[in-house]
């Protein structure tokens, strides 16, 4: 992962934000996701310890590997591994 810098007093280490990105649902979960979501559009494939996960690009929206969270309706955002 590319950094932009370090933090003095970081709050994350950098391995915990690598697990932001891990798909940890067993096949079962990521077949139930999938299901879910198409008719979303393919807004993701997995969850990860904190966002749901793309395992494939999906054309006009997300790469591969990115990940998104909506809280509550009201602040949506993907990130995007650099």
Same mark, same amino acid.
């Not at 932009?4 to 990521?30: D, K, M, R, V, Y």
């Not at 966002?51 to 909506?70: F, H, M, Q, Y």
């Given at each position: 992962?590319?950094?932009?810098?370090?933090?003095?007093?970081?709050?994350?280490?950098?391995?915990?934000?690598?697990?932001?990105?891990?798909?940890?649902?067993?096949?079962?979960?990521?077949? *139930? =996701?999938?299901?879910? $979501? !198409?008719?979303?559009? &393919?807004?993701?494939?997995?969850? %990860?310890? *904190? =966002?749901?996960?793309? $395992? !494939?690009?999906?054309? &006009?929206?997300?790469?591969?590997? %990115?990940?998104?969270?909506?809280?509550?309706?009201?602040?949506?955002?993907?990130?995007?591994?650099?």
């Amino acid at each position: 992962m590319r950094t932009a810098g370090t933090a003095p007093e970081p709050i994350l280490q950098a391995s915990s934000l690598q697990t932001f990105f891990q798909p940890n649902l067993t096949p079962a979960g990521e077949k *139930a =996701l999938k299901e879910m $979501t !198409a008719t979303l559009g &393919g807004i993701g494939d997995s969850w %990860s310890t *904190a =966002l749901c996960i793309n $395992t !494939a690009d999906v054309p &006009g929206k997300r790469r591969k590997g %990115s990940g998104w969270c909506e809280h509550g309706g009201f602040f949506p955002f993907y990130l995007e591994r650099i």
